[in-house]
Structures are given as structure tokens and as C-alpha cells.
């Protein structure tokens, strides 16, 4: 497989970037091919785009921030997906380019370059995810999720923080400052066929207890119990 060619210059600059970044790159080339966009190509046949390894960061970076989430949010699915598709968004991540400064490495075209490319946002984003897959097919899995997550977990953070609510998170809180012990979840029916079924959920706070609340999953159903129990004037 033909690789881009790193001149001696080139390759100061993208090991200064994994320095500002902390990452580490055994494949200079590819990393400097993830800055390569289409225009380029179109003058230098030699080069090869980073259309490949966009294609393969986008979906390392879905991967990794969808564990991420699962992992360490217990929120409904339907705001898991609303999360994901803000950090994961052009605007977001070509915000995050700019504060890295991305688009002072990357490789355009004449044209492209004259209509203002380096500061375009889909073009800053489609870069980031092609790092993203240069650094996975260079470092693999482990390494890129770490580089990932120093970006992205900020973002979580602020989504969360601008109103997408973990309920459970907050009763927990919340009732652990007046009662010291933790709220306590019980299923109480599971109905319906496997592929749809509706799980009724109730929360006991001591002697009281709200709901039953309903939901396609158990931790749905629990979200929902501990949203009604924080709208009954207890808190």
C-alpha cells in the first residue's frame, strides 16, 4: 500500500501535535495521511485522502463514546442517544479541531484552501474522526479510546450539566442527604412478548413508595419511578 511521503519539516510538525495531545504515533505517515483532504488528491495523484480513515473514525469514535455513556450514565436509552448525537456532532467536533489545532496541519487543495477550507467544520470534523481511525489502525483499540475520552468526557459533562437529567443520580442524591441510606428499586411486573416487553418498576423510600412506573427496560421503568418520586414535594 502506497503511503504519503513525511518530509523531514512535515514530520516536525505532526510529532509536535502528538506532544500537545499525548499520543504516539509508530506510523508518521498514516497520521499525516488523516490530514490529507480530497482536494488534495485531485493535484497530486500520489497522495492518498483521509476519506478511508474517516470512515473507520467515525465509527471507533461511536463505539467508544457509546461505552463510555452505557458505562457510566444510567439513563434511558432514548437520552443516551441524544447525548451521542450532540458530542459525536460536526459542530462539537470541529470546535474540539480548533482548540487542538488541526487546522493548522491539514493538507488542502489550491481551491479549497482560497474558500476558507482550513476553518470549514465538516472538514475540521471529518479530520478528527480520521486521526481518530489513523491512531486505532496504528495503536489499536485501547490507545484511541484513551485519546478520545480526554475529549469527550468534557463534552458529556456539559451536555449533562445543560439539563439531560439522570434522575435515579438525583433522587439518590438527594435522599441520601435527609435520609442516609439509598432509594430502593423493585420490579414489580414483566409483561409482554421478549422482543417487546414492558417492565413496571416501583421505588421505596423507606415507608413511602411511588409508582408503579412503567418503561421498555428496567432501567427505563426505574428512571421513571425515581422522576415521579423527586415531583412529590418530599425534596
Do not use: W
Amino acid at each position: 500500500m502506497e503511503k504519503n511521503s513525511v518530509s523531514k519539516e512535515r514530520k516536525t510538525q505532526l510529532l509536535n501535535f502528538c506532544k500537545s495531545v499525548n499520543i504516539s504515533f509508530i506510523d508518521l505517515n498514516l497520521l499525516n495521511q488523516a490530514f490529507c483532504h480530497r482536494s488534495i488528491t485531485n493535484e497530486l495523484k500520489n497522495l492518498k485522502n483521509n476519506e478511508r480513515l474517516e470512515f473507520l473514525g467515525d465509527s471507533v469514535l461511536g463505539m467508544v463514546t457509546a461505552s463510555y455513556l452505557y458505562r457510566h450514565y444510567d439513563v434511558v436509552e432514548g437520552d443516551l442517544a441524544k447525548i451521542k448525537s450532540v458530542v459525536v456532532s460536526e459542530k462539537i467536533l470541529s470546535e474540539i479541531a480548533l482548540e487542538l489545532n488541526i487546522q493548522n496541519l491539514l493538507i488542502l487543495g489550491k481551491g479549497e484552501e482560497k474558500s476558507g477550507g482550513r476553518t470549514k467544520p465538516a472538514i475540521l470534523a471529518d479530520c478528527m474522526e480520521a486521526i481518530i481511525g489513523a491512531y486505532y489502525l496504528d495503536s489499536g483499540f485501547k490507545s484511541v479510546e484513551k485519546y478520545i475520552l480526554a475529549f469527550m468526557i468534557p463534552q458529556i459533562e456539559k451536555v449533562f450539566d445543560s439539563g439531560i437529567k439522570d434522575y435515579k443520580t438525583i433522587l439518590q442524591e438527594k435522599y441520601q442527604k435527609i435520609a442516609k441510606v439509598c432509594p430502593r428499586y423493585e420490579l414489580i411486573s414483566k409483561t409482554g412478548p421478549e422482543h417487546a416487553q414492558i417492565f413496571s418498576v416501583v421505588v421505596h423510600l423507606n415507608d413511602m413508595t411511588y409508582g408503579p412506573c412503567s418503561g421498555n427496560s428496567k432501567k427505563q421503568a426505574e428512571q421513571e419511578a425515581a422522576k415521579l418520586a423527586l415531583k412529590s414535594g418530599l425534596f
